[in-house]
């Protein structure tokens, strides 16, 4: 009898240890894939926070960029965030191009369970103003003159009078409104239209206001007397342009004082006021990424190279002269011959350089020019145009004009449609996302 009392024992005590081992093996399973399942939980959280604050941070970014604060360089490191350690910062490739990377440690860099790094390049179209130049040549009252050999490849219209010197030419339609003017020793090669024309020579057909005048002049095709006078145009370049430029370049904030570059230095600049001259010599190379607005001076001599930033592409740029309290002695731009003026390398890009100087004289221009840079445009809103001898460019408008001995004027088609660049749209968007491992 005790004897089997001692075997039933025997089997109660391994029933019992078999029993809990298996329930020990089970708590320890459970106990186990709950250490591992919190573990995926815990990781699980610091991802999704890491996550959120460098998207939150990059969404700042594009925040800061589309409220027009283009100098925003990121945030400091080890900004805290939520918990979190982030790093943001901002490469600017260009104006309109921008490389965002945004870094979050949970809980801290230094002691770091999770990391997340994310690079985004943002980019900007330009907001841009349509400027259309029909003529190769506008001017108002001041009218034009043409020394010998000056030509202007294109078509002109013109306030005042048109008079030229030896040689000169225009070779396609001349427009001179207002009664009493004339178009004067010209070579035409296309329609002559003035109240009086007079020692030209006309490949087409003359338009004029009576026989009486038509004075020595020979023309090819049909003679129309007794047109009326052609109309008065409104220059290209207007107020509102000006007000939208100025605010444009104001948007990258201002240098107080002279702006100068000279001994083969290069620099880039733009958009940017500038409550002073500008001045670039001697070999220097200025790089444009957004509208200047320059209240003193504009000077450009000795070799400078003036060019717009690729990233304008088929947009024009433009550099603007503009004293705001005293538009006789300020806004004068002197361009100076072996200036080189450049687009952004697209052929639809070109360089405005307006003034609104109110020089009416050769002798005391708004402008003066003598670069030969086929990507320039002058304009001004009433003042005089200097072009020295045997410069070209692409179109001129102004309250009137003068071309000196061989100077040249050869239009650009697409200047009908031209868009100048006003500056960054405040439009930025996300063209590229990706997860950095390192």
């Given at each position: 009898?005790?004897?089997?009392?001692?075997?039933k024992s025997g089997t109660i005590l391994v029933t019992f240890v078999i029993l809990?081992?298996?329930?020990?093996?089970?708590?320890?399973?459970?106990?186990?894939?709950?250490?591992?399942?919190?573990?995926?939980?815990?990781?699980?959280?610091?991802?999704?926070?890491?996550?959120?604050?460098?998207?939150?941070?990059?969404?700042?970014?594009?925040?800061?960029?589309?409220?027009?604060?283009?100098?925003?360089?990121?945030?400091?490191?080890?900004?805290?965030?939520?918990?979190?350690?982030?790093?943001?910062?901002?490469?600017?490739?260009?104006?309109?191009?921008?490389?965002?990377?945004?870094?979050?440690?949970?809980?801290?860099?230094?002691?770091?369970?999770?990391?997340?790094?994310?690079?985004?390049?943002?980019?900007?179209?330009?907001?841009?103003?349509?400027?259309?130049?029909?003529?190769?040549?506008?001017?108002?009252?001041?009218?034009?003159?043409?020394?010998?050999?000056?030509?202007?490849?294109?078509?002109?219209?013109?306030?005042?009078?048109?008079?030229?010197?030896?040689?000169?030419?225009?070779?396609?339609?001349?427009?001179?409104?207002?009664?009493?003017?004339?178009?004067?020793?010209?070579?035409?090669?296309?329609?002559?239209?003035?109240?009086?024309?007079?020692?030209?020579?006309?490949?087409?057909?003359?338009?004029?206001?009576?026989?009486?005048?038509?004075?020595?002049?020979?023309?090819?095709?049909?003679?129309?007397?007794?047109?009326?006078?052609?109309?008065?145009?409104?220059?290209?370049?207007?107020?509102?342009?000006?007000?939208?430029?100025?605010?444009?370049?104001?948007?990258?904030?201002?240098?107080?004082?002279?702006?100068?570059?000279?001994?083969?230095?290069?620099?880039?600049?733009?958009?940017?006021?500038?409550?002073?001259?500008?001045?670039?010599?001697?070999?220097?190379?200025?790089?444009?990424?957004?509208?200047?607005?320059?209240?003193?001076?504009?000077?450009?001599?000795?070799?400078?190279?003036?060019?717009?930033?690729?990233?304008?592409?088929?947009?024009?740029?433009?550099?603007?002269a503009d004293n705001l309290n005293n538009k006789i002695s300020y806004g004068k731009?002197?361009?100076?011959?072996?200036?080189?003026?450049?687009?952004?390398?697209?052929?639809?890009?070109?360089?405005?350089?307006?003034?609104?100087?109110?020089?009416?004289?050769?002798?005391?221009?708004?402008?003066?020019?003598?670069?030969?840079?086929?990507?320039?445009?002058?304009?001004?809103?009433?003042?005089?145009?200097?072009?020295?001898?045997?410069?070209?460019?692409?179109?001129?408008?102004?309250?009137?004009?003068?071309?000196?001995?061989?100077?040249?004027?050869?239009?650009?088609?697409?200047?009908?449609?031209?868009?100048?660049?006003?500056?960054?749209?405040?439009?930025?968007?996300?063209?590229?996302?990706?997860?950095?491992?390192?």
């Amino acid at each position: 009898m005790p004897k089997r009392l001692n075997n039933k024992s025997g089997t109660i005590l391994v029933t019992f240890v078999i029993l809990f081992t298996i329930l020990s093996t089970v708590v320890l399973a459970i106990a186990f894939m709950t250490f591992e399942n919190r573990i995926s939980i815990e990781k699980s959280y610091y991802k999704a926070i890491a996550e959120s604050a460098a998207e939150a941070s990059i969404d700042k970014a594009i925040w800061e960029f589309q409220r027009g604060n283009h100098t925003y360089s990121g945030e400091t490191t080890n900004t805290d965030f939520e918990g979190v350690e982030l790093d943001l910062s901002v490469a600017s490739v260009n104006a309109n191009l921008k490389i965002l990377t945004a870094t979050a440690y949970v809980p801290s860099k230094a002691s770091s369970k999770y990391k997340k790094k994310i690079q985004v390049k943002i980019t900007d179209e330009p907001s841009s103003t349509g400027v259309a130049f029909h003529y190769g040549v506008q001017v108002g009252g001041l009218g034009i003159t043409m020394s010998n050999n000056s030509k202007v490849i294109g078509n002109v219209y013109s306030g005042g009078t048109v008079t030229g010197g030896n040689g000169a030419e225009i070779t396609g339609d001349a427009f001179v409104s207002g009664s009493g003017n004339k178009l004067s020793s010209i070579k035409i090669g296309h329609d002559g239209h003035a109240h009086t024309i007079q020692d030209c020579n006309i490949n087409h057909d003359a338009f004029y206001f009576s026989s009486a005048t038509l004075i020595s002049s020979t023309v090819l095709g049909t003679k129309f007397p007794g047109m009326a006078d052609p109309e008065p145009q409104n220059l290209p370049l207007s107020q509102a342009d000006i007000n939208r430029w100025q605010e444009s370049a104001s948007s990258g904030g201002t240098i107080e004082g002279n702006y100068l570059l000279t001994n083969s230095a290069t620099a880039t600049l733009g958009p940017k006021k500038i409550n002073g001259d500008l001045t670039i010599s001697n070999g220097a190379t200025l790089n444009i990424t957004g509208t200047l607005w320059v209240t003193g001076n504009i000077n450009f001599s000795n070799n400078a190279k003036i060019k717009l930033d690729p990233a304008y592409s088929s947009s024009s740029g433009v550099i603007l002269a503009d004293n705001l309290n005293n538009k006789i002695s300020y806004g004068k731009v002197n361009v100076s011959n072996n200036v080189t003026i450049a687009g952004s390398g697209d052929p639809k890009s070109f360089v405005m350089i307006a003034s609104t100087n109110t020089g009416t004289t050769a002798a005391n221009p708004a402008i003066k020019a003598g670069n030969n840079s086929t990507a320039v445009v002058y304009c001004t809103l009433t003042g005089f145009i200097e072009i020295s001898n045997n410069a070209k460019l692409r179109a001129v408008s102004g309250g009137g004009l003068h071309l000196s001995n061989g100077a040249q004027v050869q239009y650009d088609a697409g200047l009908v449609e031209v868009k100048f660049a006003d500056g960054p749209g405040g439009d930025w968007k996300i063209r590229e996302w990706q997860e950095i491992k390192d």
